[in-house]
C-alpha cells in the first residue's frame, strides 16, 4: 500500500494538513497513519435518513469517487460521519439521538472498519471522551499483528457548538 505521507500543521490562523517532502521526493512512510487520516478527515455521505447539522440544508456530503467504488475498483466509502455532530448538543445516552460521545465512537469505527475487512490491519481500537464544556476528543490505535500499533488523537471536533 504505496501512498504519500501527511502531516498535520498547525498556527494562529488553524490547522490544516499538508504533504510531507523527503530528500526532495514526496514521503512515502506512515502509509497507514495517512490512510486513517483521510478516512478520518474526510466527509462520509450522510444516509437520507439522517439528520443534518443545519436544518436548513439538504447537503449530505460525501465524496463522488464514492459512487460504485466497490464495484469499479474494489475500494470502499471514504471518510467519517463525524461532521454530522459539528453542531450537536454533547448529550447521554438518554437524548433522542442517544450519547454523543457513542456516536462519535461509532462513526469513527464505521470510517475505520474496512481496513479490517481488506485486512489492512489487525484490530482498532476507538475512544471518545469528554473534554471540558464543549469538546470531544477521539483516540484510535490501529494494530497490524506483529508491528507496531499506530496511535492517533483527533482533538476539537466541538471547536465551534452551538447551544441546541
Same mark, same amino acid.
Given at each position: ?5 501527511? *502531516? ?16 526532495? @521526493? ?24 439522517? +439528520? ?10 460525501? $465524496? ?11 475500494? $470502499?466509502? &471514504?471518510? =467519517?460521519?463525524? $461532521? ?14 442517544? @450519547? +454523543?460521545?457513542?456516536?462519535?465512537? @461509532? ?13 489492512? =490491519?489487525?484490530? &482498532?481500537?476507538? @475512544? ?7 469538546? &470531544?476528543? *477521539? ?18 471536533? $466541538? ?6
Amino acid at each position: 500500500m504505496t501512498d504519500i505521507r501527511l *502531516v498535520n500543521r498547525t498556527n494562529l490562523a488553524g490547522i490544516w494538513t499538508d504533504l510531507l517532502y523527503k530528500n526532495g @521526493s514526496l514521503d512515502e512512510t506512515e502509509q497507514l497513519a495517512t490512510a486513517v487520516r483521510v478516512a478520518l478527515l474526510t466527509d462520509r455521505l450522510a444516509d437520507a435518513d439522517e +439528520t443534518l447539522p443545519d436544518p436548513d440544508s439538504t447537503d449530505r456530503r460525501g $465524496w463522488w469517487g464514492d459512487t460504485d467504488a466497490e464495484t469499479i475498483w474494489d475500494g $470502499w466509502q &471514504i471518510g =467519517c460521519k463525524n $461532521w454530522l455532530l459539528l453542531r450537536a448538543k454533547i448529550a447521554d445516552a438518554n437524548a433522542l439521538e442517544g @450519547s +454523543t460521545l457513542v456516536r462519535a465512537e @461509532s462513526y469513527t469505527r464505521q470510517a475505520l472498519q474496512p481496513f479490517i475487512d481488506k485486512a489492512i =490491519c489487525s484490530r &482498532i481500537d476507538v @475512544s471518545a471522551r469528554r473534554v471540558g464544556k464543549e469538546q &470531544i476528543d *477521539v483516540a484510535v490505535v490501529i494494530y497490524r499483528g506483529p508491528l507496531e500499533e499506530i496511535e492517533l488523537r483527533f482533538q476539537n471536533l $466541538w471547536t465551534e457548538t452551538g447551544s441546541h
